[in-house]
């Protein structure tokens, strides 16, 4: 799913199906700066769902490519934003893996 929609997750609630969750772009330069703005995020888009929605990973940055004009800008923001969004989930008590 690219980007959190909170009628779909309503819908995935009990489902069993095991999601895919990105951060959108959009989101990224927030995330990176303010690790309260990770928190809030990860708590609006996973914890209020979990365990209800299996999320299996939750990705930042999926849609960003350093090759397109319209999304290069985001590159600098994608390593802080991933480390806030990690410390976020792992906060929460959530089991987190980072993958490269």
């Known amino acids: ?36 703005a990770a928190s809030q995020w990860v708590q609006n888009n996973v914890g209020n769902y979990f365990p209800g929605v299996k999320f299996r990973y939750i990705t930042v940055g999926n849609k960003v490519d350093p090759n397109k004009a319209d999304t290069a ?22 089991q987190a893996s980072v993958y490269f």
């Open 73 to 94: 800008q985001y590159v600098q923001f994608l390593l802080p934003a991933m480390q806030n969004v990690y410390n976020a989930i792992a906060a929460l008590g959530l």
């Open 1 to 36: 799913m690219y980007g959190p929609k909170s009628s779909t997750l309503e819908a995935l609630r009990g489902s069993n199906i095991e999601l895919v969750l990105d951060v959108p772009n959009s989101d990224l330069p927030a995330l990176r700066s303010d690790p309260s």
